[in-house]
């Protein structure tokens, strides 16, 4: 019985507002040039678009009309029976100056939220109106750097709570009925878009959303928010935002007449944000009833956010009833549906069917020890990943392959931190020239499915990395990725493999990433903590160090640990470790260190098929003090990377060590495969650099990277060399 009566009254709703569309389009016409709008993009024409509006409501309806020309106003109030038709070329432009906006007591409903810098100003108002359209095809600018920089364009400290003064909601429209928005560009608002909030038959349609995400973020720039409102159809929208696309929300504290968010359509969007595609949830009421059907996410990082409480201080929204069927996405996570701080709260009768793409990391499905969700279906859903799943009854998972994953403490606290990390990577960082990056042993891999260069570097001091760490020798607890289209414009790091807490690592070294069968692998050197494995030449501490093995689905990670525990043995003091498969079978070449010989060996051992762990004993492949040196023999090895000239040529090796000159890179060939023999030790560059490793680029050029020069001073840089032209 609700559920008729909710469609009759939807489409009752329907007609009313198609029949204010067809009797606004017959209405008189007032232009606000007319009464005195410029136009110019100078002058403020609020007074002359709001006679506008007042005339048009003093005459029984009709259209308020905008012709080309940008229109820097401050509020403007909304009246009933009014078409508010922005023209083509035309553009509604927010005014920059505080005392042009609206007080925050122009309605009861109206507040603020001073955390988040919202002071209740707003550019178009629609209080308690019916039969209310604003349409295009022009765009209304909420000049949002008129707020979010300070005098000399920088973004205020603080982020949000640094911004002084600042609109709120760029449209605001509050228990009105019979609403239309349509055909505009909304852009720039300097908080959320389009705020709909205890609205009853509203219309949403065509619209075009963005808010800034580069070089400047817009915090709590949404796109369209819909609070307590009923019979509500989105459709055709394009939402790129720096905040969530779309949100159902349930707080009506402040509303004359209570009433749950329930009868929500959202149907044919494409949406991108580095936060929620689409969230639903916060406040104290009730959402129910909701269908969100053919939609396209990309470059985001979670695709549906459902959750009951936001805050401590709400006790939380019920939450049953939704659908989320046919979507394609391109994302961090896909779902993440939980009830946060809320408490006996009804979380239930959620579908999702039909959804296919690329996610980095498991979703997360979750209700409360006590308060569990329930009736929860996945039907052919698709993905590459599944969800951790807790506190839930009656979870069915029909057709596709999303199915339940196990993950430990260590491994959830690992990818919510990963989901907050690539929301602020998302955010919009500038591109970065090979000079402004500071790296050691670069390593890059060329993806081909992407179209993108990889970069993989120990997180460690620089500007454009995440996490600062200002010693040499104490490089992170991690490994982040570089993005490239082209070698020179790199896009800035994000964190790739972020190292649990409960493991006791202080240092990162010269991590390689090598796809292998399918899947994704970081080889890194880990030192592990104080750990003394004993003493080497001169009695000298040898620190535990070893390359471990992590892996992933994509070159963009996460990547998780795959043994806790080093492949090299646990008492050597070993680094570098690269991969090398010969015929078949799987090796890592690595080094046994000098500090702990007195001269450095170079040594291999085969690898389990799945890179795992070592499936045998180590070999010595040859000395440091093999290599020619005119002054003094050498004592490092560092940095082997095995490559053939060419198919069926003879194997070779560049490695790096201490030379007289410098650090050294030099050329062995093997006289066999792995095992060697290997000898002709040969000097290629003598020049203070490298750690390097060897790949082609897209234009099929084979090319040697390494770091030069090598000083733990910060000036460390790649260095590119053409095999054949610049180097042997």
């Not at 067809?22 to 005195?36: H, N």
């Not at 228990?175 to 300097?190: A, C, G, K, Q």
């Not at 010269?510 to 004993?534: C, N, Q, R, S, W």
Request: charged letters at 25%; aromatic letters at 10%.
């Amino acid at each position: 019985m609700e559920f008729m009566t909710a469609m009759r009254a939807l489409c009752t709703a329907a007609a009313a507002s198609a029949l204010c569309a067809a009797s606004c389009a017959d209405a008189a016409v007032f232009d606000v040039r007319e009464f005195g709008a410029k136009g110019d993009g100078a002058a403020k024409d609020t007074a002359a678009i709001q006679a506008a509006i007042d005339a048009a409501e003093r005459a029984g309806g009709g259209t308020v009309e905008v012709p080309a020309g940008v229109y820097l106003t401050g509020s403007i109030f909304l009246k009933d029976n009014i078409d508010f038709h922005i023209g083509a070329g035309a553009t509604l432009k927010g005014s920059p100056d505080k005392a042009d906006y609206n007080a925050v007591d122009v309605c009861p409903q109206n507040g603020v939220c001073p955390s988040e810098s919202s002071f209740g100003a707003h550019l178009i108002l629609c209080i308690e109106k019916e039969n209310v359209t604003v349409r295009g095809p022009g765009r209304i600018d909420g000049n949002s750097m008129a707020f979010l920089v300070d005098a000399n364009g920088c973004a205020w400290p603080r982020g949000q709570a640094g911004i002084p003064w600042r609109p709120s909601q760029m449209l605001y429209f509050v228990e009105s009925r019979n609403v239309r928005v349509t055909d505009l560009s909304l852009v720039d608002s300097p908080y959320w878009s389009c705020f709909l909030h205890g609205c009853t038959g509203v219309c949403v349609r065509g619209l075009d959303v963005s808010t800034r995400r580069l070089p400047i973020h817009t915090h709590n720039g949404d796109g369209i928010d819909i609070d307590c409102c009923q019979f509500v159809t989105v459709s055709d929208c394009r939402i790129s935002t720096a905040d969530d696309c779309i949100t159902l929300r349930a707080s009506g504290s402040r509303l004359k007449r209570q009433q749950d968010c329930a009868y929500v359509t959202v149907a044919n969007c494409v949406l991108s944000t580095p936060c929620n595609a689409v969230r639903v949830g916060v406040g104290d009421g009730r959402i129910h009833d909701a269908a969100f059907d053919n939609i396209v996410v990309y470059d985001t990082r979670t695709a549906i956010d459902i959750v009951s409480s936001w805050s401590k201080s709400s006790r939380g929204v019920d939450i049953e009833g939704l659908r989320f069927s046919n979507w394609r996405i391109d994302c961090c996570d896909f779902l993440h549906f939980y009830p946060n701080f809320a408490k006996d709260r009804i979380m239930r009768d959620v579908t999702f069917a039909g959804v296919t793409g690329k996610t980095l990391i498991p979703s997360l499905v979750s209700g409360a020890e006590g308060s569990p969700l329930r009736r929860i279906r996945f039907r052919d859903v698709e993905l590459p990943h599944g969800t951790i799943l807790r506190h839930a009854e009656d979870v069915e998972f029909v057709g596709g392959n999303f199915r339940t994953v196990a993950f430990t403490k260590d491994e959830e606290a690992a990818r919510e931190k990963f989901r907050r990390r690539r929301a602020g990577e998302m955010w919009g960082r500038p591109f970065l020239t090979v000079a402004d990056i500071r790296i050691r042993d670069p390593f890059i891999f060329p993806d081909a499915k992407s179209g993108l260069y990889y970069l993989y570097s120990s997180i460690y001091a620089a500007s454009n990395c995440e996490e600062r760490v200002d010693s040499f020798l104490n490089t992170g607890r991690g490994v982040c990725a570089y993005t490239s289209h082209d070698l020179k414009n790199w896009r800035a790091a994000s964190v790739v493999l972020d190292l649990p807490p409960s493991l006791e690592c202080t240092a990162v070294w010269a991590p390689e990433m090598h796809e292998y069968k399918g899947k994704y692998y970081i080889f890194a050197t880990l030192t592990m903590g104080d750990v003394v494995i004993g003493k080497g030449p001169g009695g000298k501490d040898c620190p535990k160090r070893g390359t471990w093995t992590f892996v992933s689905e994509s070159p963009a990670g996460p990547f998780r640990m795959m043994k806790r525990g080093s492949v090299t043995p646990p008492e050597w003091s070993a680094l570098d470790g690269t991969l090398w498969v010969e015929n078949g079978r799987p090796w890592m070449v690595f080094c046994h260190e000098w500090t702990q010989l007195g001269t450095g060996d170079m040594c291999a051992v085969p690898l389990k098929d799945d890179l795992s762990d070592a499936d045998g004993v180590p070999i010595t492949l040859f000395k440091a003090s093999d290599a020619p040196d005119p002054k003094r023999p050498c004592k490092v090895t560092d940095g082997p990377w095995l490559f053939r000239d060419k198919p069926g040529g003879p194997l070779a090796m560049y490695w790096s060590t201490d030379g007289s000159s410098g650090y050294s890179v030099y050329r062995a060939v093997s006289g066999g495969g792995v095992a060697g023999p290997w000898g002709g030790h040969e000097i290629v560059f003598d020049k203070n650099g490298g750690h390097g490793m060897v790949f082609t680029d897209f234009s099929g050029v084979r090319r040697f990277v390494m770091h030069r020069p090598n000083s733990p001073r910060g000036e460390e840089r790649m260095v590119f060399l053409e095999l054949g032209k610049d180097m042997k």
